[in-house]
């Protein structure tokens, strides 16, 4: 099953900590391997900064999307202000054997 992570910066001090935190969680989400379909920021209005993350991730269920959200560093540091795991459906621009 697919689940997005949908993860809120905390305003103002989630920048900061985002930076510290970011070797981390990069290792952590390559480390996730073919269980990650899709990672990125949320950016501002602009596009000038993020404001958080999505993440598509594969898990087994709901319960253990959620623990698996509970590892990212990012969430561990402090970034986020909330996390939403949510199933989610891919219906387009799959790719082919996924």
Do not use: N
């Not at 390559?30 to 990650?36: F, H, P, Q, T």
């Not at 993350?53 to 698996?68: K, N, Q, T």
């Amino acid at each position: 099953m697919l689940f997005a992570f949908i993860c809120r910066d905390k305003p103002g001090e989630g920048p900061e900590l985002r930076a510290k935190s970011r070797p981390e969680h990069l290792a952590w989400i390559e480390g996730l391997g073919d269980r990650i379909k899709a990672a990125g920021p949320l950016m501002d209005d602009d596009c000038a900064e993020p404001r958080g993350s999505l993440l598509i991730v594969e898990a087994d269920d709901l319960d253990a999307a959620r623990a698996l959200s509970k590892t990212d560093p990012y969430a561990i540091s402090g970034v986020f202000e909330s996390v939403t795991v949510q199933p989610w459906k891919w219906l387009f621009g799959k790719p082919e054997g996924v």
